[in-house]
Every structure is written in structure tokens, then in C-alpha cells.
């Protein structure tokens, strides 16, 4: 099919890729999956009380996705304000039983979530009101939240992974004044 989309992340079992997806009849996006071959696509964030969903990521021991997205209670803040910064948040979908959680409620704008292979952690770059970017891990079972850097403006991160074996954390980072 004729896709256009970003983000592309493999499922665990190697056999679909989840991916940002661009709607261009909508000029809009969401969550998209499709097998390798190209055929059964589906979006996955359709219908849901979400817009905006993009930057999926698969949780191996589960059938469950991160990703980050706007509410429906804030698209009517956003749209029709120039100035308006949206606040993305962050979510899971689990694809079993197509139950969608939020995990953040407030008004950081929160941007490439990683989740832990077990589902426990997300690491997620959260940018506090323009003061700066900095990585935190989101616990997926009380939504508490502990910093993992804290250097706010000082330098820029971005794209956490994890460690095939859960234990550790990879991320980009440059200095904000030479990026």
C-alpha cells in the first residue's frame, strides 16, 4: 500500500513494524502497523480519545506499544491558537485488548519514549515549559516519575533505547549552545 510515515520500529516477534503514519487526506498522523510484506495495514490509534499519536515503541514481552499523543481535551486548548504549544503526553496501547492508558497528565511536552522490555519503565525525553529537555523514566505500574538527567537547558536529549537486556540505557545528547 501507499504509506508515508517515520519512526519504524520492529515488533519483538520480527514479523510487523509499528510506525508514525501521515494521513495526507487529513494532514494528520497516527500509529500505523503493517506486516513486512506491506499488506494488513491497520492504524491502531483510530478511534481512540487521542490525535496526534507518533514516535511508537514496542514492548518485547508484552503486545503493547508506547507512544506519545495529544487528548481530545487538548486539542480545544491547542487548535485555533497560533501560540499554543501542544503538550504531548505519553501512552500505552496494549494490542490484545486494545486498552489505551495515559500515563503523564500535565503540562510537559514529552517526546520519544523507550519502554523497558518488561514493561515496567519508559524512558522519555520531557521538556518542562521550554526551561529544557531532560531524560526521565516513567514506572508504567504507578506512573511515578524519577530524573535520569537533569541539566534542563544545558544540553539537549534525545532517542533513548534500551540495552537488549533491559539493564541498561543508550541516548543522544549534545550541548545546547553547539549542537
Known amino acids: 500500500p501507499d ?3 517515520r519512526d519504524p520500529m520492529p515488533s519483538p516477534d520480527g514479523q510487523k513494524i509499528v510506525f508514525t503514519q501521515y494521513f495526507a487526506t487529513t494532514f494528520d498522523f497516527g500509529i500505523g502497523q503493517v506486516s513486512l510484506s506491506g499488506s494488513d495495514p491497520v492504524v491502531l490509534t483510530q478511534g481512540q480519545e487521542i490525535f ?32 499554543a504549544t501542544p503538550a504531548y503526553q505519553v501512552f ?14 500535565d503540562k ?9 522490555s518488561d514493561c515496567s519503565k519508559i524512558a522519555v525525553v ?20 524519577t530524573p535520569i538527567t537533569n541539566d534542563l537547558g544545558s544540553f539537549t536529549e534525545s532517542r533513548p533505547s534500551w540495552s537488549p537486556d533491559g539493564q541498561q540505557l543508550i541516548y543522544a545528547a549534545y550541548p545546547s549552545t553547539d549542537p
Open 108 to 116: 510537559a511536552t514529552y517526546t520519544y519514549p523507550a519502554i523497558s
Open 126 to 145: 520531557k521538556n518542562d515549559n521550554g526551561q529544557g529537555a531532560d531524560l526521565v523514566m516513567i514506572n508504567t505500574l504507578d506512573n511515578s516519575q
Open 92 to 105: 500505552t496501547l496494549n494490542l490484545d485488548t486494545n486498552t489505551l492508558t495515559r500515563l503523564t497528565n
Open 3 to 5: 504509506m508515508v510515515g
Open 52 to 83: 496526534k499519536t507518533q514516535m511508537p515503541s514496542y514492548c518485547k514481552g508484552f503486545n503493547m506499544i508506547a507512544f506519545v499523543g495529544l487528548s481530545t481535551a487538548q486539542r480545544d486548548i491547542t487548535f485555533g491558537d497560533q501560540n
